[in-house]
């Protein structure tokens, strides 16, 4: 029987595929991380069970394909890593399963300390509980759950507060919350992951039953002394790069930072372990090299990453072995080992051997802003010094001028990449696009790399000798220096474009995209300019929402210009700063009773809001008193959408939306849409993840 002859694009497939045959384990990773977003997005049990289904099935056809060739195992072997990137999540879940409180309540408790985070610049400190005993208000026993996350004034800690202590106080505790509105962080998602069943704050007097047995841990303490060698936000950034403790940093400093796009540098990461890991292996190599006899016998290169190797764990965890760190930690040691062995020391694969190490241990890392940077300004670096022209172009000169000429261009060109690789997470994370950062990093990159981290090295070194005072000096200059760069990035027009919440289609276009320009070798990678271009313009022109409500129906904000008025106008920052950003304003936000076309009173507001020639009628309750009821029924006849934080009575019907308690307890927070109208809501129909179900639950 002769063999069936291959269709013309099959054989077109096979020898593409044949082509790319080096890359194809790059994109296991995110395959794998595909599987880990689809358990994310998808709502329940039958819908994961399905797209299981659905993975296993296309893999089991590839991997039957009669005439399967190369293109047939890539696809069996996608099907696989999605498969089990949504087993690994589902397991994920299910595995750190914990109690979470039902509702608020007030508990007076003893509770064991597990850790403790001193904000200093705050002027608080949030300390992890786990509860022994705790009773109502009425002093009936209270079930609660077996780890509470509580915020403390700095005023109300007593002296003996630190992990291990046993302390009896009151405190306010609530569930973790979910976003405030669609687009909004969700903290109940990363609080499920973490083990935290309640969160609140914490009442004087804070008492204390038993003392911390070990003091202040190191990092605490190294902390403390950073802080009183270097003065203020430089002080407070010192710390960070030392310890990742930026508790001291001044608000304002920080927003700088942010809105100058420098705010990776005071989150330890890939770049300050790359620094010290530099650091230790010169120092090393430089040292070992002065005894001539011991250089002669030794692969100094070796000697030096196995000291920069241990600098990186014990750096690590120093700083708290938080997540990224570990992350970046995992990386440099894949570097190191490269290195070692005489291997290429960063290529694609190694950080797809990163990313796919850090998604097998940790899968909701995924989701979170932090290893979706980290990773995209990798792949994005590598992918481009791996381009031929990049190497040809501004590789190594001999004249020594035109080579610092084109370092200095490799290095504009790859923050320029950088950036825009980042833009879309930035957009979709926090709403906001910075416009010089590029410009911004290329000096302070370097200047943080080669200049603020070596002082600070040199000056802890010297410290117990007593001679580190001079460094400590130029530290706090260099440190002042970066954060003067800081404002004044910042304060310039357009530094920061405020952009309202991008649906997700936009956002998973953008990195696919993204991502097969980036890890494909071959002309086939220019498929990807489509998607990546119609995700990025829908995430730049996607409309500011009309209105926004809490999903406590406290609070809503009315688009008004490219502002946004608040209805209730003592909002505290966090709610003001949140509704601005998912409302896609950088302005401050203004008081709706200020609005001419607003009617308020103590405990009522109605507004009109005109779109397309339409009048929409708005009311809101804003005080918690009781409104009369004949008077809100009239009302509720008369507006389009009427918001509330307590429960209507039935015969209150609207035009077109009733949103109180009720309904908000079913949909969460809402971003509507007027033109034409479209209500998008944090909790969808049907969603069945845990941290959305209250299933796991403390009781009395």
């Known amino acids: 029987m002769r063999p069936r002859r291959q269709m013309p694009w099959a054989s077109m497939l096979e020898r593409w595929a044949e082509a790319e045959r080096t890359q194809i384990g790059a994109w296991i990773p995110v395959m794998l991380g595909t599987g880990i977003a689809l358990w994310f997005v998808l709502p329940d049990p039958r819908a994961w069970t399905a797209a299981l289904c659905m993975a296993a099935a296309c893999g089991l056809a590839a991997a039957t394909w009669a005439n399967g060739g190369r293109m047939a195992r890539m696809v069996w072997t996608a099907a696989l890593a999605i498969t089990v990137g949504l087993v690994l999540a589902w397991l994920r879940a299910e595995s750190v399963a914990a109690p979470i409180l039902p509702r608020p309540v007030?508990?007076?408790?003893?509770?064991?300390?597990?850790?403790?985070?001193r904000l200093a610049a705050r002027r608080m400190v949030r300390v992890m509980l786990r509860p022994v005993l705790a009773r109502d208000g009425r002093g009936q026993a209270l079930a609660l759950p077996p780890r509470i996350r509580l915020s403390l004034d700095q005023e109300d800690v007593p002296a003996g507060l630190g992990p291990g202590a046993v302390i009896r106080l009151r405190a306010r505790l609530m569930p973790p919350a979910g976003p405030i509105a669609p687009g909004g962080y969700d903290f109940a998602r990363a609080a499920w992951f973490q083990g935290i069943g309640a969160t609140?704050?914490?009442?004087?007097?804070?008492?204390?039953?038993?003392?911390?047995?070990?003091?202040?841990?190191l990092r605490q303490r190294l902390s403390m002394r950073i802080t009183e060698r270097v003065s203020g936000s430089a002080g407070?950034?010192?710390?960070?790069?030392?310890?990742?403790?930026?508790?001291?940093?001044?608000?304002?400093?920080?927003?700088?930072?942010?809105?100058?796009?420098?705010?990776?540098?005071?989150?330890?990461?890939?770049?300050?372990?790359?620094?010290?890991?530099?650091?230790?292996?010169?120092?090393?190599?430089?040292?070992?090299?002065?005894?001539?006899?011991?250089?002669?016998?030794?692969?100094?290169?070796?000697?030096?990453?196995?000291?920069?190797?241990?600098?990186?764990?014990?750096?690590?965890?120093?700083?708290?072995?938080?997540?990224?760190?570990?992350?970046?930690?995992?990386?440099?040691?894949?570097?190191?080992?490269?290195?070692?062995?005489?291997?290429?020391?960063?290529?694609?694969?190694?950080?797809?051997?990163?990313?796919?190490?850090?998604?097998?241990?940790?899968?909701e890392a995924l989701m979170g802003a932090s290893f979706q940077l980290s990773f995209a300004a990798i792949t994005a670096i590598v992918a481009l010094h791996e381009h031929p022209a990049m190497r040809r172009?501004?590789?190594?000169?001999?004249?020594?001028?035109?080579?610092?000429?084109?370092?200095?261009g490799a290095l504009l060109i790859t923050g320029l990449v950088v950036e825009a690789a980042l833009l879309p997470i930035a957009v979709h994370h926090f709403h906001k696009a910075g416009l010089y950062g590029a410009f911004a990093n290329i000096v302070a990159i370097p200047w943080t790399t080669f200049v603020a981290m070596p002082l600070e090295m040199?000056?802890?070194?010297?410290?117990?000798?007593?001679?580190?005072?001079?460094?400590?000096?130029?530290?706090?200059?260099?440190?002042?220096?970066?954060?003067?760069?800081?404002?004044?990035?910042?304060?310039?027009?357009?530094a920061v474009m405020a952009l309202a919440v991008a649906p997700d289609w936009a956002f998973a276009a953008t990195v696919m995209g993204g991502l097969w320009i980036a890890l494909w070798r071959t002309g086939g990678r220019w498929l990807g300019v489509p998607p990546l271009a119609a995700g990025s313009v829908a995430m730049l022109l996607a409309p500011m929402p009309d209105l926004i409500v809490t999903g406590d129906g406290r609070h809503a904000a009315i688009r008004q210009g490219q502002g946004i008025a608040l209805l209730r106008e003592r909002a505290g920052d966090y709610i003001r700063g949140s509704l601005s950003e998912i409302g896609g304003s950088s302005a401050e936000p203004t008081a709706l009773i200020d609005q001419a076309d607003a009617r308020c009173g103590p405990d009522l507001c109605v507004t009109a809001i005109r779109r397309q020639g339409r009048d929409w009628r708005v009311a809101a309750t804003r005080s918690g008193y009781a409104v009369p009821w004949a008077g809100l029924i009239g009302l509720c006849q008369s507006v389009d959408i009427i918001i509330a934080d307590r429960r209507l009575p039935d015969a209150c019907r609207p035009r077109w939306l009733k949103l109180d308690?009720?309904?908000?307890?079913?949909?969460?927070?809402?971003?509507?849409?007027?033109?034409?109208?479209?209500?998008?809501?944090?909790?969808?129909?049907?969603d069945r993840h845990p941290w959305t179900m209250g299933s796991h639950v403390a009781g009395r």
């Open 106 to 117: 007030m508990a007076e408790m003893v509770a064991h300390v597990d850790g403790i985070d």
């Open 200 to 217: 609140g704050r914490g009442l004087a007097p804070v008492t204390i039953l038993s003392p911390t047995p070990q003091g202040s841990g």
């Open 236 to 363: 407070g950034i010192a710390a960070a790069l030392a310890t990742g403790d930026v508790g001291a940093i001044a608000e304002a400093d920080a927003e700088a930072m942010r809105r100058a796009g420098l705010a990776h540098l005071l989150s330890v990461s890939g770049l300050h372990i790359t620094a010290v890991v530099g650091i230790v292996m010169v120092l090393t190599i430089r040292l070992l090299a002065l005894w001539p006899w011991l250089g002669l016998r030794l692969r100094l290169p070796l000697v030096g990453a196995s000291a920069g190797a241990v600098a990186a764990i014990g750096y690590t965890w120093l700083t708290g072995a938080e997540v990224p760190t570990i992350r970046s930690c995992v990386a440099a040691m894949l570097v190191l080992a490269a290195l070692a062995m005489g291997r290429e020391a960063m290529t694609l694969r190694l950080v797809a051997a990163g990313a796919l190490i850090v998604l097998i241990a940790r899968p």
């Open 393 to 408: 172009r501004f590789g190594p000169h001999p004249d020594w001028r035109w080579s610092a000429l084109r370092q200095l």
């Open 458 to 494: 040199i000056a802890l070194l010297l410290e117990p000798l007593g001679l580190a005072a001079p460094f400590w000096w130029l530290l706090q200059h260099a440190l002042s220096a970066l954060l003067w760069l800081a404002h004044r990035v910042a304060d310039m027009p357009g």
């Open 661 to 686: 308690s009720v309904a908000l307890r079913e949909t969460g927070g809402v971003a509507i849409r007027l033109a034409p109208p479209m209500v998008q809501m944090v909790r969808q129909p049907g």
